[in-house]
């Protein structure tokens, strides 16, 4: 199994390479695709530099279920840590059982003494 860590790519070498990536922080998905062209003659050269971007529509022309599947089998190859590793949040949550050094409150709940 790879290691997550040689998929990770810098945003200015995404930009230039197709392919699909996810950021895992603001869980956008960016779909890099080269194969289609416009004319050229449209934009005037001169204004733009090459950081620049244009929007070209706001519909999403991606097909949701080929999507999907490409998402379910990046997961089902890569994994953060290891099989016996516990995420932030279940560490966060508890196991569901009461510590020792919990202490038991001292008045009914609901009541305000």
């Given at each position: 199994m790879a290691d997550i860590q040689t998929r990770i790519i810098e945003v200015d070498d995404m930009?230039?390479?197709?392919?699909?990536?996810?950021?895992?922080?603001?869980?956008?998905?960016?779909?890099?695709?080269?194969?289609?062209?416009?004319?050229?003659?449209i934009f005037n050269m001169e204004a733009y530099e090459g950081s620049d971007w244009v929007r070209i529509s706001d519909d999403i022309?991606?097909?949701?279920?080929g999507l999907d599947g490409t998402l379910e089998e990046f997961q089902t190859h890569y994994h953060g840590g290891t099989a016996g590793s516990v995420s932030g949040t279940a560490l966060e949550q508890g196991d569901g059982s009461d510590d020792?050094?919990?202490?038991?409150?001292?008045?009914?709940p609901g009541r305000e003494d």
């Open positions: 930009l230039v390479r197709p392919g699909t990536y996810f950021n895992p922080q603001t869980e956008i998905v960016v779909i890099v695709d080269d194969s289609t062209s416009i004319d050229q003659e022309p991606v097909d949701e279920d020792e050094e919990e202490e038991e409150p001292d008045q009914d």
